[in-house]
């Protein structure tokens, strides 16, 4: 089996992830792509939602998709979530005669080098890359796929703010997902 592994923050999960999600699915022929909500990020000391809300918007925003699974590895993990910890479980659940592809953007792989034991990740994985705005490039080696994926201007930060402001998101997340965040009276 192709496995992907898309893990993030999804804080709140938007369009441009389900997008791109999907996109990869199709053009790299995966059989499976698993979300994994971030538990504990080791990059980023923001406040986020509990894990257990962003894991009910990601599966509200990829209902219905039978090859997208959502993970909650991470978040019933009380430690640091580091990405080579995580592809090692998957692999040991899955079995390593499946091929691994860990799902990054363009704006992870700029910094790639200084990840937690990232040459062990591509030993265990190839990872693809998709592409971000402002951003080109990042380490370079046999097992890096970059992908001319679309480009989206949505983020998480984005739609916090409108929320905030008493704006609308209808447009930039799933129709599930913002349903969910007005009725839990999320990020307000």
């Known amino acids: 089996m192709r496995i992907g592994i898309y ?18 699915l199709e053009k790299m022929n995966l059989d499976k792509i698993i979300i994994i909500p971030v538990g504990k990020a080791s ?3 923001d406040i986020m939602l509990s894990g257990e809300l962003r894991k009910k918007m990601c599966e509200l925003a990829f209902e219905g998709e039978d090859k997208i699974v959502v993970s909650d590895i991470e978040i019933k993990s009380k430690k ?5 910890d995580t592809l090692k479980k998957i692999i040991s659940y899955y ?22 034991d990232y040459k062990k990740i591509l030993e265990l994985s190839k990872v693809i890359v998709f592409r971000r705005e402002g951003y080109v490039g990042g380490v370079e080696d ?35 997902v913002a349903e969910f965040i007005k009725e ?5």
């Open 7 to 24: 893990g993030g923050s999804f804080n709140p999960i938007h369009r441009a992830h389900v997008e791109i999600v999907k996109f990869i």
């Open 43 to 45: 990059h980023r000391a």
């Open 95 to 116: 079995g390593g005669h499946n091929e691994f592809y860990e799902i990054i953007g363009e704006d992870s792989a700029y910094n790639f080098s200084k990840w937690k």
């Open 80 to 84: 640091t979530s580091y990405t080579v």
């Open 142 to 176: 046999r097992n890096i796929i970059y992908l001319d994926t679309p480009l989206y201007n949505i983020s998480s930060t984005m739609i916090r703010e409108r929320i905030k402001n008493g704006e609308d998101i209808s447009e930039l997340v799933p129709e599930r």
């Open 184 to 188: 839990n009276k999320l990020y307000n």
